[in-house]
């Protein structure tokens, strides 16, 4: 039994003389996890890792949940670490199992997010053979992890589960992969619990350099038209009260990207809201008309600059970043400083001083005024913008709101009042449908004492609805919010605005299922609303309910767009507002 | 422009592949890449000879170094660096021109490994340059074969003055 052998490891290490216990690779899988203060895990038994399911059937001390699909596994582990800051962690078997978690992986990837992935492999002998259920997952999955293992020694497994957890979750946080041949679980070696992680060739640097920020200290103090552009990297490090004190000290505005929503309160007189593609206005406006950009924990994406060349063009840049890489990449940067936010915020607060930005100010506050996110209503029909309005009123803005990819994505990053950090849930930078409603459920099973709300499209729902089961049969009380259009809507806005209205396969309508019907038939309760007022009944009852998952299926306006918008190829300050009359 | 950087690697089987993966994943170019084992056994020296804009060699370098087994990166080409190619060159080599193939051969400095009735295998070592002059030279008596491993370089350890 594992709590036997557990106590035995205590001892030994207090005694440092008694021999140690010799475990098998799965019960040294087991305790690494507990070891790593792993709570909870999401997965799918398969033939090699039958040993370490075994192992947890006997264990009290993990939460496994059984999901539907292992992508859905990956996306729930995704929106777990999100939600909580710590690494979420995958199980999955060989071949099948393992490549079903390559779409979860990538998303994990593209957005830095801490998740530790256990592949079972086939035996080592078979290992290269076309063996039953084999794939070089290690292959598979090189390019879009941080680092992966593949263990070839029982006695190598405890270390390398160490190594894994230390890479996933410091420097830049992503993907770790560790891959066990089904043998190496089932063969034994002596385990110790003592643990050392020696890396030559890994030692992010975390504390930004004090000339770097001094220089930044001086550019600050010269400008007059400073923005502040924030992203993940602020909740990666969780540095939200640093940037809220580095604004205000400052007086300067601040926007973020669709993954630093929720970094700084939007209620707030300073908040431009999100920037980019689907920016607002007057995010946009600033940026441009900037003198001073002060990117921190961001990566100056596409979806972001719009034209390179003129993005930003008239001011200084300074970039904060853990990732060396991420520096110039994209945006030739005038002062870099490496390091982690919390810590590169914390040494400079102390230094600045308050910009004299008061006509600055004037001016953004003119923009927000004259340019303010906007819809026109249709009669009794509902808007997309106003199901995400009435979602963001009845929880307050306080929700754990994570969304797929597409219109919703969009308006949900517009509409909803962001004030907390880990709030947010998007695939920013892979742009996943069927991403939102399990990493929902996951935030859900982080952080029980919050609401988490998956706000998703009728296209990408489908894509993972099936855990709709998992949530039932684990009672985990997550919301789903529909915004019904029967379209995949932003594929059918580009075909609208450029491909003179060509609706090629992008029309779902007539053959999507009954939503509410759908969640009845796996046990969650579903509602719909056409209007208003069925839409505030539905939300309420939403709210009310503690124990199994909400299914509400809004249907609205079919061929809303999303604006403002910056078309491909375009500057940022280049937007179309509204629809051609 | 010409890069040429030298990493050091931790000797693990698929770190060939993480940094061959970074380079076609992110499009940047290898000229020759070399391997072998370093000083240490348990680290292998790589060679790269990539070429691109500053930019673009700035990424691949910052790129590299974000990988977790490599240990170095030392992009060489502004340092006083010593670097060599070997090639073996295997060229068709009928009786009445023996004698001029040797005479080139010797030129360039190279050694002779080995002969057929019809072929010798020439070894040459040196700067790329060389080994493509040597190439040339050779090529109008018949190519049979050439392999060449890429360069391999170390820096310089007097840097002279800066």
Known sequence: M?????????????????????????????????????????????????SVYDTLFKTKNINHFLV??????????????????????????????????????????????????FTGQVPLNLIGNDAFQEADILGITRPITKHSYLVRDVSELADTISKAFHIAVSGRPGPVLVDIPKDVLLAKAPYNSKRRVKLAGY??????????????????????????????????????????????????????????????????????????MHGTWYANMAVSESDLLIAIGARFDDRVTGRIADFAKNAQKIHIDIDPASISKNVEIDLPIVGDVKHVLSDLIPHVNACDSKSWLAEIKKWKADHPLRYETNGPILKPQQVIQAVSEVTKGQAIVASDVGQHQMWTAQYYQFSEPRSHLSSGGLGTMGYGFPAAMGAAVGRPDRTAVAIVGDGGFQMTAMELATAVHYKIPVKIVILNNGYLGMVRQWQELFFEKRYSHSDLDASNPDFVKMAECYGAIGYRAHNSAELDEALKKMMAEQELPVLVDAIVDREENVYPMVPAGAAIYEMIEEDAK | ???????????????????????????????????????????????IVTHGEDRIIEQITKQLHKLIDVVKVVDLTDMSFVNRELALIKVSAAEDVRAEILQIVEVFRGKIIDISPKTLTVEATGSEDKVDAIISMLRPYGLKEVARTGRVALKREFQGET
């Open chain 1, 68 to 117: 539907r699909h292992e992508q859905g596994g990956t996306h729930a582990a995704d929106g777990y670490a999100r939600a909580t800051g710590k690494p979420g962690v995958v199980l999955a078997t060989s071949g099948p199992g393992a490549t079903n978690t390559v779409t979860g992986i990538a998303t994990a990837f593209m957005d830095s997010i801490p998740l530790v992935i």
């Open chain 1, 203 to 276: 030692k992010p640097m975390t504390k930004g350099s004090y000339r770097q920020i001094m220089k930044a200290v001086e550019m600050i103090g010269e400008s007059r038209r400073p923005v502040i552009y924030a992203g993940g990297g602020v909740m990666h490090s969780n540095a939200a009260a640093e940037l809220r004190e580095f604004a205000q000290k400052l007086g300067a505005p601040v926007t973020t990207t669709l993954l630093g929503l929720g970094a700084y309160p939007e209620s707030d007189d300073l908040s431009l809201g999100m920037l980019g």
């Open chain 1, 2 to 50: 594992l709590s036997v052998a557990k106590a035995k490891t205590f001892e030994a290490d207090q005694t440092g003389n008694q021999p140690l216990p010799e475990l098998s690779g799965a019960e040294i899988f087991v305790q690494s996890l507990v070891q790593q203060g792993v709570e909870t895990v999401f997965g799918y038994p398969g033939g090699v890792v039958l």
């Open chain 2, 1 to 47: 422009m010409k890069h040429t950087i030298s990493l050091l690697v931790e000797n693990k089987s698929d770190a060939l592949q993480r940094i061959a993966g970074l380079f076609s994943g992110r499009g940047f170019n290898i000229d020759t890449i070399s391997v072998g084992r370093a000083e240490d056994p348990s680290h292998v020296r790589m060679t």
